[in-house]
């Protein structure tokens, strides 16, 4: 269960106006956002913009500048925005030369616990206006329109695309959501209490739900006792008969006396990758100051990696949110090493 961080909360006379969120329990994740505007102008302010004749000098050159300064002093302009350590700002200028217009994006890239989108249309946002300051002198009829946020990526929402539509080269550059298509998987339930229907299964299903969105076969879904004996023959017999790529056991790696998942693991396994229960207690840590005791892990069995989670619902989300963006990439190199067809 997540530990409760106490607030300290200052005495007021009447209720506050505005507040910043508190992201101290959210866990870093790689953050992108892409955001863009348009500015209209006339021919011939167009035409000498395209020229490098416009008095001031080199109009996108500058816009590429302040578009970065932008995005970077987004918290000195946006009261409630979080300081970020931006690993990445580019700007792209479009011209259109049909409309007489110019179209700018705006990409920002972090590794925060909160997104970028800001940053991204702060960016677009100081382009578009050095784009006019450098051009009202010849041209002072300037329309900036369609400011938006295209896409934003990292977190708990994962990829978010704007519902009216992307150009198709940004399209092609997002995260494939189905990045366990073609694989099998299996998920295997250790509970006392589920296996006897005291009460149903949640982080099962849940994790049924959160494989198949991602594209793989769930070859099986299985919920058995916290029994040495049986999670050892499950376990061995659901990758000698599916021959799946993946299974999740979820249950059974506390500290408790039944919590023996982790140690039938290393009894079966053929080899231990410890480096995965290292990541994600160190990743859990951002939700709960007890994350060092989970025995979470993951070793090969045969050609199938077997990844064991905690049992409850939230910790199995929070340990998918952690292993998605690049279980994927994974199961392709233990391929590699010789493991599968």
Not at 309 to 330: L, M, N, R, T, Y
Request: hydrophobic content about 40%; some cysteine.
């Amino acid at each position: 269960m997540l530990k409760e961080e106490k607030i300290i909360r200052f005495p007021t006379a009447s209720e506050e106006n505005f507040r910043m969120i508190d992201v101290g329990r959210k866990r870093p994740t790689r953050r992108r956002a892409v955001a863009c505007g348009t500015i209209t102008m006339s021919a011939g302010a167009f035409k000498a913009i395209q020229n490098g004749t416009l008095p001031k000098g080199n109009v996108l050159a500058l816009a590429e500048a302040a578009g970065i300064m932008g995005a970077k002093k987004t918290p000195d302009m946006i009261p409630m925005c979080h300081t970020l350590p931006l690993d990445q700002v580019t700007i792209h200028c479009h011209l259109d030369d049909i409309q007489h217009s110019i179209t700018v994006y705006a990409q920002a890239a972090a590794y925060a616990k909160t997104g970028v989108e800001m940053e991204a249309l702060s960016g677009v946002s100081s382009a578009l206006l050095t784009i006019w300051d450098l051009t009202k002198g010849v041209d002072p009829n300037l329309s900036i329109e369609g400011i938006k946020l295209l896409i934003k990526t990292g977190g708990k929402s994962g990829v978010w695309v704007n519902p009216e539509g992307i150009p198709d080269w940004l399209f092609e550059q997002l995260p494939d959501s189905k990045f366990l298509s073609e694989r099998k998987a299996g998920v295997i339930v250790m509970s006392d209490r589920a296996s006897t229907g005291t009460y149903q299964d949640q982080s099962g299903l849940l994790l049924v739900k959160l494989l198949e969105s991602s594209g793989a076969e769930v070859t099986e879904y299985k919920v058995i006792p916290d029994d040495s004996q049986t999670i050892s023959e499950t376990l061995k017999t659901h990758c000698a008969e599916f021959h799946s790529d993946i299974v999740i056991a979820s249950g059974g790696t506390g500290p408790g006396p039944r919590d023996v998942t982790p140690d039938v693991m290393e009894e079966i396994c053929d080899k231990m990758l410890d480096g995965f229960g290292d990541l994600l207690r160190a990743e859990s840590l951002n939700f709960t100051d007890t994350a060092w005791l989970s025995r979470m892990t993951a070793g090969m069995l045969g050609s199938t990696l077997v990844i064991a989670f905690p049992g409850s619902p939230k910790a199995v989300q929070e340990c998918w949110d952690i292993i998605s963006p690049f279980i994927g990439d994974a199961l392709n190199k233990i391929k590699k090493q010789g493991y599968g067809a």
